[in-house]
């Protein structure tokens, strides 16, 4: 098996096809190494940021909560420069199918249509196997692609495959490996293979920077037109990057809008609207679970299958709320809780079962305070917190004092809305 690259190779063999590099401070060692595997490499993916140019930089190296950084190992710029983020195991390929990393490893292209995406069952993690790129695009099939920054995407690729004696067949995108994911979006793949296949087939920056495919190098001052768009599905599903923590685009307020139709208004007091939140969350889970979906199926996070039966209103709606299910307290069992626990040791609850709801009310509504509310037993705190809600209603003399009795009991149940009596 071929050794790893190191860093240190990684920057000399980019230098050496004549991509201009840009390091970041501690690149060589910020990885995830610590949390996985890394290695045996088998290949290079590319992907798009999704994103403008401001910000992408510190995001693509930091990363976020749900996805911490390093989140690829070069940033390409639209400029060409490829500025070094990370080094080792990184999050940018996430889960995808072993069909297509076998046919990676042997070189095969076309590889076979990927079925898997991060978490599905038959998913491999292809962090510890890919060199990432991410290159700074919207990926919306109207942000251009310059000729440099293609032109970078090449040699940066062709970079590894020098290095390893690796063919253009090594090189994959995001989407050939996750069924999820649909970048780099607007690139000519066949345009840019061979590309890679050319530069290989040469000396390293056998061409001066400034060519791309054609080698004229003359038009990098213009911005390639982006390819007329195949006309594109509305309803298509935009990837499961576009939901979940940070994310902020309007098809998260087309997944709102989706789910209220569907009975999800009780979840959103304000919206639905472009940035993600619980009630998003929420409402999705509530849909998958709807469907009899369970586990990551039902992680409030909506994949191709929710987003298809949302667009084109089919499945189970969400429920109505079922209200929760108020305990009922037995009036007789207070009573022998009241006349048993307050001599019994400490700790010691006859009827818990009862009298918790007793207690939680009696705290609820101002009665016993939080340390004693909890325990279940019916001792001589208990005792003169319910009194005292006795006397609060009314109650005097014998009627405030002695075993609770069926109207103070019920009249706590359903002040405090916690328990009814039987
Ligand atoms: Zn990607």
Redesign the pocket.
Known sequence: MAKMMTAAQFLAALKAEGVPVRERKGWRTHNRNHKGKWGPLNGV?V??T?SGTDGIEQYVSSGSTALPGPLCHGLIEKSGTVVLVGWGRAN???GGDPDVLRAVQAEQWPVPKTNEHDGSNGSVDGNPHFV?Y?CVNKGDGKDPWPALQLEAIARACAAVCRHYGWTVDSVIR??DW?DW?S??RGVDWNRMRSRIATILKGKPNATPFKSWADGDGDDVEQPEQPKPEQPSDPDAFPGV?KFGADANNSYVTRLGQMLVKRGGSRFYSVGPGPRWGDADRDATKAFQRAQGWTGSDADGIPGPSTWQLLVKGQGKSIPAATPAQKPVVSLANVIAASRKDPSAAQGKASHPADVKPVEAALLKLGFLSKSYASDGAYGTTTVAAYNAFRRSIGLKGTDASGDPGRQSLGTLGSRSGLFTVK
């Open positions: 993916m992907h798009h999704a940018h390929a996430g990432g991410e995001h989407l996750s994911k970048d780099p990057s």
